[in-house]
């Protein structure tokens, strides 16, 4: 049997995309900034060692889809997230052997991770409606 | 960002479909922002993960120093 190309043995086959700024932002501010999140990230064992053997695999339990009955799941099909601290997931794509990195985003800015908090939300955007009404029929 | 700071109606519409019932684990705005992000498509170059790997460590290092020269 002939030995593979040099490359194929050396290079993974997975291409990253970086959304444009976004990631870079979020990358800067969130994981330039915490040496356990970097580490965790693009350290040996981390989120980007473990998809570089297999884009599929999961990094650890908390790597998964966006719940199905979110809006924003149905807007951005296959959309998932992983934790890289326990505060700190980034969210991704995969399609093949590409993955779609668009940032790292934190937990309960808003108490959106706990259930009792979802009224906060709902209020925020009540709040933010009533804004845009106010703004709108301003003169 | 904070949600007066979300100034177009197409971001607002999209604030407001995904503050309902929002269990996602993420805040409405960052959702607001990944959509959009999704929506424009727009990517850097691909790199392979070897790729990402040298230019992460190259642009942190640099980063690093110029965090050491600011403080």
């Known amino acids: 049997m002939p030995n593979p190309p040099v490359n194929q043995s050396v290079q993974s086959p997975v291409k990253l995309w970086r959304a444009a700024g976004m990631f870079q932002d979020t990358k800067e501010n969130r994981i330039w900034r915490n040496a356990a999140a970097r580490n965790s990230f693009s350290g040996p064992g981390g989120f980007m060692d473990t998809k570089r053997q297999n884009p599929q695999a999961s990094y650890g339990s908390s790597d998964k889809l966006f719940k199905s009955n979110g809006k924003f799941a149905v807007r951005v099909p296959g959309i998932k997230h992983a934790h890289i601290t326990h505060d700190l997931s980034v969210v991704y794509k995969v399609e093949g052997n590409n993955i779609y990195l668009y940032g790292f985003f934190t937990h309960d800015e808003l108490g959106t991770g706990q259930p009792a908090n979802i009224r906060k939300q709902d209020a925020m955007a009540t709040r933010f409606s009533n804004t845009e009404f106010l703004e709108e029929t301003k003169g | ?71």
Not at chain 2, 13 to 38: H, Y
Not at chain 2, 52 to 66: G, M, N, P
């Open chain 2, 1 to 71: 960002m904070k949600i007066t700071e979300i100034q177009k109606p197409s971001d607002r519409k999209l604030f407001e479909e995904f503050s309902q019932g929002n269990d996602s684990g993420f805040s409405a705005k960052d959702l607001v922002e990944i959509a959009k992000a999704d929506m424009q498509d727009k990517w850097l170059t691909p790199v392979t993960y070897e790729q990402y790997i040298a230019e992460d460590e190259a642009d942190y290092q640099a980063w690093l120093a110029e965090q050491e020269q600011n403080s």
